[in-house]
């Protein structure tokens, strides 16, 4: 009489795959009935960490009383759906000069009108940022306006250095 000892082995590997894939079965289908949050949700989010962020800045950084970091964070909020309009054409003017240059067009007047259009885009974008300047300058001494942009070009910085980071990471 000859005892195989492979088969208690092999039974006992089904047994524990079958719980395995039993107890994952389960989990896998929760996690698919979990919706990824949609993009525009995910911006939403992005955007009201933004502001959190900038009051923040503005109370601990600047040194900015409650209503006066109100005040000014209603007036950078108003002024952000232009400038988001504005950088979205500066993406749109780059993309159709993009467009010419991967087509190799010959069609100097095109580029010259998507020049125009990019200078002209930027000089919008200047002006507004002036506006901006100038709105702030009314709810903040000239001190607490370099406290704001020194905290904000450091920001910028720590921002860029996490999505080189990033970006490095990926394969």
């Known amino acids: 009489m000859t005892v195989d000892c492979e088969r208690p082995t ?7 795959l079958l719980l395995v894939a039993a ?15 949609a993009t525009a949700q995910k911006r939403a989010q992005l955007e009201a960490r933004m502001r959190q962020l900038r009051m923040e800045i503005l ?3 600047v040194g900015l ?6 005040a000014v964070a209603a007036l950078l909020e108003r002024h952000s759906a232009e400038r988001r309009r504005i950088e979205t054409a500066i993406q749109n003017d780059r993309g159709t000069l993009d467009q010419l240059l991967q087509a190799d067009s010959k069609d100097q007047a095109a580029y010259s009108k998507g020049l125009r259009a990019l200078r002209a885009r930027h000089t919008e974008l200047a002006a507004l940022r002036q506006r901006e300047l100038d709105d702030i300058a009314r709810h903040m001494t000239p001190k607490q306006q370099a406290k704001f942009l020194s905290a904000l070009r450091r920001v910028q910085k720590k921002l860029r250095a ?8 990926e394969p």
């Open 162 to 169: 996490l999505l080189k980071s990033y970006a490095g990471s």
């Open 23 to 37: 107890l994952l079965v389960p989990a896998l289908a929760l996690a698919d009935a979990v919706p990824a949050p």
């Open 65 to 70: 009383d409650a209503e006066k970091t109100r």
């Open 10 to 16: 092999m039974k006992r590997m089904l047994r524990c």
């Open 59 to 61: 109370q601990k950084d």
